[in-house]
């Protein structure tokens, strides 16, 4: 059987597992009971490794079929038709290019156009988690291997320290996208899906970079020399890759929003969807070929693009241009799921438990010295530099914020429900049985200005995060490129996959257990919490008006005009409150006026088939995958 037929077999079967697996993954779904406990990413690896189960013991049979009826022949004529397990392997995977360029951009891109206004809230900690904490987590992994090697508790498994280091960077990418979804489902405190989602964004990208730059270590010798040149190297590499990858994925997206400024392409949707498609995958070609991180230019490519390409967009090339990007992304992750499950029986014969349960005890040690010392620095810098809390005069009454209405006589926990720990955040104090907003005492709680006091992270909050670190399909797609120069690839594949199931199945399908154990607040209002929490994000505020000043107004079309509706918006929306105006009646017809183009859209129309009807009404909890 040629190469080309193997190759034609493969994507047949594949195409048409990916088919089941969508339809499966509807009924699953339906049933939130069910979805909550196994989740899609579960359901993919699942449905993956019964089908390489199956072919292994079809062709298993097939070959020993075919080994006797050579044999009885005294014939070596049939030899073509027996796989060995290399070449059953190799059929039902990928090439491991094949995740870097056309799996993973969408993946990463489309997680960059989800990022609004309060992932740059919560960015400080972001940042803290996915750069400093990945590093924290990669190097802890590594070191913790290293020990359990050097005390001779892995059997004659001897991989080097850079292998562990290479090792320790790729699994340190979080893929928690089975949390996530409950996450959305349960409405949870959007400080925590913020938190969870903006690292596993960020964190990505800088995982992959870490992994690049480690693996180039591997194949090196290990005279002083070389050390010292591949040291420097390394630190070369990072910022290059770090910095240089951003400023690329940056540049791309403006220049496409000049590009769709200075050409209005409005009335040709289909050319003008099909440029974005195309302008929004240049800069991670060409990160590639200067040999720079794809990934990371890719990533800020979508947040540039998020905010300032689509304003220039036209409203139904918006629509569709989301949903292809979710579409794309939500393949992408399927087929990676879905890969790694077929290839689980590929390499049964290198599976090293002994190796993987220890894997696994360093991601949780390294997870937990990821999460709990950043979040205690994060707290401690929000404090106020001077003694004290804020005066009561100066923030609001907890009461009014929280929606309770407090008593003396009530228990203070059971009158605020799910809001206590926030209330003893604003100063609420027990005091004899009583409740009393008493600003004597200034401690680490109640010592956080009130503009900060929604960036303050609680103790749940920390334990959820350090619970969230699942892996998948980046930690993956990483060890599909494994450099194998002392031939350990196999074992770290089948490491990388066991830890990847184990979380998935394990740590995915109890989130809704842990939301409850670690009490965190479910059913969050959004509009309500939008009023009451949001503030402005914490980027200098120089910053922010250098954007509107000179960014915005030239890659942006009409700007000012646009910017000047939504504070006309805002005031009467805020006037309403004060004075409810008289209801308009609603013209039967529309007019519609875009770029010139004038038509009418009867009002039936526009109930039933309306662009408006179509445009997705933004989420706090839309982390980009449905």
Not at 42 to 49: D, H, K, N, P, Y
Not at 265 to 293: D, N
Not at 320 to 342: P, V, Y
Request: glycine share 6%; with cysteine; hydrophobic share 45%.
């Amino acid at each position: 059987m040629g190469e080309e037929e193997n190759i034609s077999h493969f994507l047949v079967f594949f195409a048409a597992l990916l088919a089941m697996v969508l339809i499966v993954s509807k009924y699953l779904h339906d049933s939130p009971v069910l979805s909550s406990i196994f989740p899609e990413a579960a359901m993919v690896l699942a449905v993956g490794m019964a089908a390489g189960f199956v072919i292994h013991l079809i062709v298993g049979k097939r070959n020993a079929l075919a080994e006797v009826a050579n044999d009885d022949a005294n014939d070596d004529a049939n030899d073509d038709d027996v796989y060995t397990r290399e070449d059953l392997g190799a059929l039902l995977s990928f090439n491991p290019d094949i995740f870097f360029i056309a799996l993973l951009p969408p993946i990463i891109f489309n997680s960059g156009l989800r990022i609004g206004a309060l992932f740059f809230r919560h960015f400080t900690p972001i940042a803290m988690f996915a750069i400093v904490g990945t590093t924290i987590s990669a190097l802890s992994v590594a070191f913790v291997l290293k020990l359990v090697l050097h005390l001779g508790l892995c059997n004659s498994f001897q991989p080097t320290l850079t292998e562990l280091l290479t090792f320790g960077a790729l699994i340190s990418s979080t893929d928690p996208v089975s949390t996530l979804a409950v996450f959305q489902a349960k409405k949870v405190d959007p400080q925590l899906f913020y938190l969870v989602f903006g690292e596993s964004v960020l964190n990505d990208a800088l995982a992959i970079v870490l992994f690049e730059s480690f693996s180039k270590f591997v194949a090196k010798e290990k005279n002083a020399n070389t050390v010292a040149h591949g040291l420097v190297d390394f630190a070369i590499d990072l910022f290059l890759n770090s910095v240089g990858s951003l400023f690329l994925g940056c540049l791309g997206g403006l220049f496409a929003a000049l590009i769709f400024k200075q050409i209005d392409m409005r009335q040709s949707r289909l050319v003008e969807i099909s440029l974005y498609l195309l302008l929004m995958y240049i800069p991670f070609l060409l990160a590639e070929i200067m040999h720079l991180s794809g990934i990371v230019t890719i990533l800020f490519t979508g947040i540039a693009a998020n905010r300032y390409v689509v304003p220039n967009l036209s409203s139904i090339t918006k629509v569709n241009a989301d949903m292809l990007f979710r579409l794309l992304s939500h393949l992408a992750e399927t087929s990676i799921f879905l890969e790694l499950g077929l290839s689980v029986f590929g390499l049964i014969g290198h599976w090293n438990w002994t190796f993987i349960m220890w894997s696994l005890l360093a991601c949780l040690v390294s997870r937990a010295m990821n999460v709990f010392p950043l979040v205690f620095i994060f707290n401690q810098c929000l404090l106020r530099d001077n003694d004290g809390v804020d005066d009561i005069s100066s923030s609001p009454d907890p009461a009014h914020v929280y929606g309770a209405k407090l008593t003396g006589s009530m228990d203070l926990a059971e009158e605020l429900g799910p809001s206590y720990n926030q209330a003893v955040d604003y100063g609420m104090m027990l005091k004899d049985g009583h409740q009393s907003f008493d600003q004597s005492v200034a401690s680490e709680v109640t010592a956080t200005p009130y503009h900060r006091k929604d960036l303050k992270i609680r103790r749940n909050t920390a334990n959820m995060m350090w619970f969230s670190g699942l892996r998948g399909s980046v930690g993956y797609a990483c060890v599909r490129t494994f450099p194998d120069t002392l031939g350990h690839q196999k074992e770290f594949t089948m490491t990388t996959m066991a830890i990847v199931l184990i979380t998935v199945f394990f740590l995915g399908g109890t989130t809704e257990g842990a939301l409850a154990f670690f009490k965190i607040n479910i059913g969050v209002d959004e509009d309500t919490y939008m009023k009451q929490s949001l503030r402005e994000p914490v980027i200098s505020n120089a910053i922010l008006n250098f954007e509107r000043k000179f960014i915005k107004p030239v890659v942006i079309r009409d700007y000012h005009l646009m910017h000047g509706i939504r504070n006309q918006a805002e005031n009467d929306r805020v006037s309403s409150h004060v004075r409810r105006r008289p209801r308009t009646p609603v013209d039967p017809t529309i007019e519609m006026t875009e770029s010139g183009y004038l038509g009418t859209i009867q009002k039936k129309q526009e109930e039933g088939n309306g662009i408006d009807k179509l445009v997705r009404t933004d989420s706090l909890f839309d982390y980009g995958a449905n």
